[in-house]
């Protein structure tokens, strides 16, 4: 997967974000309310969109099963790392896009709003920071 699909994922995770947790706090509400209940129909916190980033960054190996544990925490590092590099990367780049604007101290400008002009440049190939 290219770091600009990675990094729109990202961004696309961290836009929901909002929305989860007001989901989540709507259904901690509602237990409260109705401790019968259980968790509300609508709830989404996220796991279906963050596993499927997972799955699509992190690729399938195999370890020998005459590895020894430290053989196949070798095989599973080496395997990993890139992916985990990669996810960290496209999330320090959105953090420190938000963080910029934030240090600006514009009002006029949501996260939500930086969030959406970052997607927007990182969707035209020419343009990719």
């Known amino acids: 997967m290219e770091q600009s699909e990675v ?12 929305e989860w947790i007001r989901t989540a706090n709507r259904g901690a509400d509602a ?3 109705d ?3 259980g968790e509300p ?4 916190s996220g796991e279906g969109q963050i596993g499927s980033l997972l799955a ?3 690729p399938s190996f195999e370890v020998s099963q005459d590895a020894t ?7 599973v590092t080496e395997a990993a790392l890139p992916a985990i590099m990669q996810l960290i990367g496209a999330f320090t780049f959105v953090f420190s896009e938000l963080a910029a604007a934030h240090d600006t ?17 990182m969707s035209r190939p020419n343009d990719v920071t």
């Open 7 to 18: 990094v729109l994922r990202a961004i696309g995770i961290l836009t929901q974000s909002a």
């Open 31 to 33: 237990r409260v309310d």
């Open 35 to 37: 401790e019968s209940d």
């Open 41 to 44: 129909a609508d709830r989404d």
């Open 56 to 58: 699509e960054v992190f």
């Open 69 to 75: 544990p430290l053989e196949a925490a070798h095989a």
């Open 105 to 121: 101290g514009r009002t006029d400008v949501t996260s939500a709003d930086v969030l959406r002009e970052l997607a927007l440049r």
